[in-house]
């Protein structure tokens, strides 16, 4: 489908330019944006003409004001931060408009399970973004792992991402408003563990603190040792060497999985699934929203059983403590 209206809330966020980007590579139009900070020129490339706010009153009152001349809103599309999802879901519910969403699509299950309500009553639909699904080689794997006899496949799962101490001053480094580690930056991988291995079985944390985060997770058909962090001290020295400030690797019985590249496009290619009817929804999203909410109540084991390697580097100090 094109020539569909879409509002946009979080448009100054980080990952908004993917979806207003994606918007328009779908043919469709950006009419209203909303967000607090008016840092938002990258709107110049996409929607020069689409209407901008910085106060949430104003833009519902905008959005309003469009109904009330005619103008139909098919599409709410939200970038805000992770605590944020859950009103800015059920806000764009109730404009009459589908919602695309960022993940994490809430921080808890009895959010999405609120959600699924919220749609049968606005007869409306929630979508989430969970691009690795879309990755080819990510697909591959899952037919690849389908067709073998193989009862429970070892997996490592390590994910580095570098921040500076900025990401302490953000929401991001806010536990209550970012889920902390294991949901912020962890979520798509263990939704993508999760869609392949099947459900979870069991799970345990070993380490996890506000720049990194380690467990161990039984699935249907696999043994997983995940690690995440966004401390530079644990890249590994060769990533450091070249100045990198990502290393990602998931091992599946000694053999790396190679997918570094393939993700320019998902975020466009996830549109399209939306507006062909084949969008991932509430459903979807479940079983890691339920993870990644376990793993923050956890009690944390320390260094025993099946901990991932990385999970005993030294730790540093909090950078604001």
Not at 4 to 21: D, E, K, Q, S
Not at 147 to 176: C, F
Not at 244 to 265: A, C, Q, Y
Request: aromatic share 10%; charged share 25%.
């Amino acid at each position: 489908m094109k020539d569909l209206n879409f509002a946009l809330i979080g448009v100054a966020g980080y990952v908004a330019p993917r979806h207003l980007r994606a918007i328009k590579d779908t043919e469709n139009r950006l009419i209203a944006a909303l967000d607090p900070n008016d840092s938002v020129g990258v709107m110049d490339a996409y929607f020069p003409d689409a209407a901008f706010l910085v106060e949430f009153e104003r833009f519902d009152r905008h959005l309003e004001k469009l109904r009330q001349n005619g103008q139909k809103l098919h599409y709410v599309s939200i970038c805000s931060p992770n605590y944020l999802h859950d009103a800015h879901i059920r806000f764009g519910l109730r404009q009459r408009a589908d919602v695309i969403c960022e993940k994490p699509l809430v921080l808890n299950p009895w959010n999405a399970e609120a959600l699924q309500r919220n749609e049968v009553e606005t007869g409306q639909r929630v979508y989430t973004i969970l691009q690795l699904r879309l990755h080819p080689v990510i697909q591959a794997l899952k037919t690849r792992m389908a067709q073998q006899a193989v009862q429970k496949h070892e997996v490592d799962l390590s994910y580095i991402t570098a921040r500076g101490n900025w990401y302490y001053a953000s929401w991001k480094g806010e536990m209550p408003k970012s889920g902390g580690i294991a949901t912020n930056i962890g979520i798509h991988f263990f939704d993508m563990l999760i869609w392949i291995f099947g459900a979870v079985q069991k799970s345990e944390v070993h380490l996890h603190r506000h720049d990194r985060a380690a467990g161990y997770l039984e699935l249907e058909r696999a043994r997983v040792r995940w690690f995440l962090s966004i401390d530079e001290k644990t890249l590994p020295q060769a990533v450091r060497e070249k100045g990198g400030r990502t290393f990602r690797s998931i091992r599946i019985d000694g053999e790396e999985l190679e997918f570094s590249e393939g993700f320019t496009d998902l975020h466009t290619e996830s549109y399209r699934e939306i507006l062909a009817g084949r969008g991932f929804g509430l459903d979807d999203a479940a079983p890691s929203i339920a993870l990644v909410h376990s793993i923050r109540e956890a009690e944390v084991l320390g260094l025993k059983g099946e901990y991932h390697p990385l999970a005993a580097l030294p730790q540093g100090r909090h950078p604001f403590k």
